[in-house]
């Protein structure tokens, strides 16, 4: 995935920042002096620091998902982890590495997202936007004296780069969908009352995978209305064992009457 990131950024500055790879290099090694010493022509070097977990977009959601055995699977959704690179630009006259410089900085800042057109390896169909973030303020590399003395170098004009990458870890559980609860309550000197919690899913004649959304579910003797979700699901928490007639309700569709036994393998509705 790193390395898929490092082509993409390297596909930016070439296609959408138009540097010629015959006059201009974009390498990835460490700008130490041995490395420095060896450069023949005009170098970007985008230089990986430091990668740690962004806490601001850390989601702590589970994504839903079933399939036509009516078996959910609840899957974590991705980490998000910011990749921070130091930008620097070398060239034997200052002011060739000044222009070439502020040519970066504007390629980067044009592009606060990374595109599909850009992407590359792993990185193409990413679940979340891959956001960048050019010369923040608040970036973690502010002591800059002490980090080119480490690599025994000269300070130099630099770039803080962070892009924000999605890290999936698999973590998914699958199972039959719970589709009934049933609950048993007893009053004082009264007989055991038992009620039943219900869920089902309201899907498209033929293909039951695809729900339909915003309709409503009407479950007729008990007097109770549910509003089907994103995914098609509705759900009643407290209905009477026995018979009941469900009603659906769809804008610029007739009512359709289904007949539903509680407790029931399934409450699935077709439309």
Excluded at 190 to 206: P, S
Aim: charged share 25%.
């Amino acid at each position: 995935m790193i390395s898929d990131l490092g082509e993409t950024i390297k596909q930016l500055l070439t296609k959408k920042g138009l540097l010629d790879s015959a006059e201009v290099d974009i390498k990835f090694e460490t700008p130490n002096r041995e490395w420095s010493a060896s450069i023949s022509k005009p170098t970007v070097n985008i230089y990986l620091y430091d990668i740690r977990e962004n806490h601001q977009l850390r989601g702590t959601e589970w994504a839903i998902t079933k399939d036509e055995n009516g078996r959910a699977t609840r899957k974590k959704n991705p980490s998000r982890i910011d990749i921070s690179y130091l930008v620097t630009v070398w060239a034997s006259d200052p002011a060739d590495e000044h222009r070439l410089l502020w040519h970066v900085l504007r390629t980067l800042f044009r592009y606060p997202e990374l595109t599909d057109e850009l992407l590359t390896g792993q990185l193409v169909g990413s679940p979340c936007p891959i956001k960048a973030a050019t010369a923040q303020p608040d970036g973690l590399f502010n002591n800059p004296a002490d980090f080119w003395s480490s690599l025994d170098n000269e300070i130099k004009p630099s770039i803080n780069y962070v892009v924000t990458l999605p890290l999936d870890t698999d973590v998914e559980f699958t199972a039959p969908e719970v589709r009934t609860k049933v609950l048993e309550f007893t009053p004082p000197d009264t007989d055991a009352e038992r009620m039943v919690q219900i869920t089902g899913m309201l899907y498209k004649a033929g293909k039951p995978t695809q729900g339909i959304p915003e309709a409503r579910v009407v479950a007729k003797e008990a007097g109770m209305t549910a509003t089907t979700d994103e995914q098609g699901r509705y759900s009643f928490p407290r209905l009477a064992m026995g018979e009941h007639t469900f009603q659906v309700l769809v804008s610029g569709k007739k009512v359709k009457e289904t007949p539903v036994t509680i407790p029931s393998t399934s409450y699935d509705l077709e439309l």
